[in-house]
C-alpha cells in the first residue's frame, strides 16, 4: 500500500511563490502524480515525474526525490485563479492513484 | 468534447433505494477507474478496469457496490441499499497504457450521490 502526506492548508500571496510538499511510502512505486481541483470540480492534472529531479511546466513545476521519498509542487507568479486544492497521489503498479488529503491554497492580494 | 463523462451529475436518493451511475471514458482509453471522494479529502480508489476485465477492487467497495464495462467501452457502479456514509462524489477516470503520456489519468466531472 501507500502513505501519502501533504499539508493540510497553505496561503500565499498574488504574485509570490509557494512550495507544496508531499512525502509518500510506497510499494510497488511507479511516479508521482500532482492534480489541482477547484471546489465542485473533478481534479486536472497537472504533473507526472517518475524520475528524480524537476520539471517545469510554466508556472508550475514539479520535483522527485525517489530516495527520500518526497515531492514538491512550485507555482509561481501566483494568481487569484490558483486557489485550488493541490493532490499529491502516488502511481503503482496498474495505474492505481493512492490521494493524498489535499492541499487547500488560499492565494490573498 | 472528447473528455471523460458521468451520468448524473448529482443524485439524490432515499437510504435504502439502489443508484447506478455511468462513465464514458475518453475513446481510446483502455483503462478505467472508479474512486470516491467525501467533502476535504483526496479521492479514494475503488476500483479499475482494463478493457473489459476487472482488475482490482478495493476492500472500501463492499458487497453493496459492483461495477461492469461489459464491452470494454462505457462503465456502470451500481450502489444497492444505499446508507448516508455512501453520500460522496464518485469519480470516474481512464488511461492508456504505455506510450508519450500514457500513464497520464483523466478525471471526469464527477457524480454527486446524496443519500437522504
Known amino acids: 500500500g501507500q502513505n501519502i502526506d501533504q499539508p493540510t492548508e497553505m496561503t500565499a500571496t498574488e504574485g509570490a511563490i509557494v512550495q507544496i510538499n508531499c512525502t509518500y511510502q510506497t510499494s510497488g512505486f511507479n511516479g508521482l502524480f500532482w492534480y489541482q481541483q477547484h471546489a465542485g470540480e473533478a481534479p486536472t492534472f497537472l504533473s507526472y515525474n517518475v524520475l528524480d529531479g524537476l520539471e517545469e511546466k510554466g508556472r508550475f513545476s514539479s520535483f522527485l526525490s525517489r530516495s527520500k521519498g518526497y515531492s514538491y509542487l512550485l507555482l509561481k507568479e501566483l494568481q487569484m485563479k490558483d486557489s485550488a486544492s493541490y493532490l499529491c497521489a502516488g502511481d503503482s503498479a496498474g495505474n492505481m492513484l493512492t490521494f493524498g488529503g489535499g492541499t487547500r491554497l488560499m492565494v490573498k492580494p | 468534447d472528447t473528455g471523460v463523462s458521468q451520468d448524473p451529475r448529482h443524485k439524490i436518493t432515499k437510504r435504502g433505494q439502489n443508484v447506478t451511475f455511468r462513465c464514458d471514458p475518453i475513446?481510446?482509453?483502455?483503462?478505467l477507474y472508479w474512486y470516491r471522494q467525501t467533502l476535504g479529502q483526496g479521492p479514494e480508489f475503488l476500483t479499475y478496469f482494463q478493457n473489459e476485465a476487472q482488475l482490482e477492487k478495493s476492500r472500501l467497495l463492499s458487497d453493496r457496490f459492483s461495477a461492469e464495462r461489459p464491452k470494454g467501452s462505457f462503465s456502470t457502479l451500481e450502489i444497492q441499499r444505499t446508507e448516508q456514509g455512501d453520500s460522496a462524489m464518485y469519480l470516474c477516470?481512464?488511461?492508456?497504457?504505455?506510450?508519450?503520456?500514457?500513464?497520464?489519468?483523466?478525471f471526469g466531472e464527477g457524480s454527486w450521490l446524496t443519500v437522504v
Open positions: 475513446s481510446e482509453h483502455n483503462r
Open positions: 477516470a481512464s488511461s492508456t497504457t504505455g506510450g508519450a503520456g500514457g500513464n497520464t489519468i483523466y
